[in-house]
């Protein structure tokens, strides 16, 4: 059970030799379980003494979990930064000792956090939706009357206004109700069909001025998911970056590179999972203001003017029905926004 964890874990006898490490530690190591097996795990870390010491009080039951930081050595890498948990066994022999890598356990709780802030924005906006929807279908039905009974020209004028903005709200509303209307409809997906789709959509938009790179690995597996769905995501985030290119469209050096990888032995969403896919949307704008960028999937947040803010709100939606995230690192001449989606 422990190769299904992402954290590291090894069991080690109170002498600090290895007697079990898991598939995770073995991936980041670079190093066989069977020769990880049999060694001292103190001398995998910078810092033996600190090991062998908490190894001692575990053995006497000096406390019930240990926790410090430290950082572990693997062969022809930099040493990994981790938070180390050491608790006695079952066996009064062995030791569990848990590694934690301080990067991933970051990225971790920024997941979680993203998971839970869009969790908290898809039930304030369905609510808020809703509550509006009723008292928006009122206005514009006493607009209409009122139009029928008025007969000055800038009075009908006036009503006319009030129906169009109304029309306006309705729009609104429905698109931030679209992703909790429609159904999930499942089935095989070549994510690169997906891609093409999009491109094709971009391209018919911005014929001038804009070159969309392809960087595909055919290797990569069909997977289960909504094409639709998909297909949507993926150009929300184009078109979010075809439109930051502008000004480079107007001097005809915009680039878009879509690319795709496969990820293997990734967590994320407090999951590992073998395989998963990487497609990647790459522009040269000119990045995301500071401002907005811990904000970049909440809705109505916008970098654009004119802009709805609700693009990225809903790919980030769709692309959690698919168990997956998005992921964005931008500076100024290059965005890359990171689909990730387990693959079977």
């Not at 422990?2 to 995770?24: Q, Y």
């Not at 997906?189 to 093409?196: A, K, M, Y």
């Amino acid at each position: 059970m422990f190769d299904l964890l992402a954290t590291l874990v090894a069991i080690v006898r109170v002498d600090g030799i290895v007697v079990f490490a898991n598939a995770a530690l073995e991936d980041v190591m670079g190093l066989s379980r069977r020769n990880i097996e049999g060694t001292s795990l103190s001398a995998y870390f910078t810092e033996a003494h600190a090991l062998n010491n908490a190894l001692q009080g575990a053995q006497t039951n000096a406390f019930a979990a240990l926790r410090y930081d430290a950082h572990l050595r693997r062969p022809n890498q930099d040493p990994l930064p981790v938070h180390v948990i050491v608790a006695p066994s079952d066996r009064a022999d062995e030791v569990l000792v848990e590694l934690l890598p301080l990067e991933q356990q970051t990225r971790q709780d920024r997941e979680d956090r993203l998971i839970d802030q869009a969790q908290a924005n898809k039930e304030l906006i369905r609510n808020l939706a809703h509550e509006i929807k009723n008292p928006l279908g009122g206005i514009r039905g006493a607009a209409q009357l009122l139009q029928m009974e008025v007969e000055s020209k800038d009075l009908i004028e006036y009503t006319q206004v009030i129906i169009h903005e109304a029309d306006r709200l309705q729009v609104l509303v429905d698109r931030l109700l679209a992703p909790h209307r429609r159904p999930h409809v499942v089935g095989d997906v070549n994510i690169h069909e997906v891609c093409e789709r999009v491109r094709s959509l971009i391209l018919a938009e911005f014929p001038k001025g804009l070159r969309v790179v392809r960087d595909y690995d055919i290797s990569i597996p069909e997977l289960r998911g909504d094409r639709e769905q998909l297909i949507q995501a993926v150009l929300n985030i184009v078109h979010n970056a075809a439109q930051a290119l502008v000004d480079r469209i107007a001097t005809g050096d915009a680039q878009i590179i879509l690319r795709t990888r496969i990820n293997r032995q990734v967590t994320f969403s407090k999951q590992r999972y073998r395989l998963a896919l990487e497609l990647h949307v790459i522009d040269n704008g000119p990045g995301i203001p500071e401002e907005i960028k811990d904000r970049l999937f909440f809705p109505l947040v916008s970098g654009r003017d004119g802009g709805s803010g609700l693009g990225l709100n809903l790919a980030q939606t769709f692309v959690q029905q698919h168990h997956g995230l998005i992921e964005c690192d931008s500076v100024v001449g290059r965005t890359d926004f990171k689909i990730l989606i387990p693959l079977p």
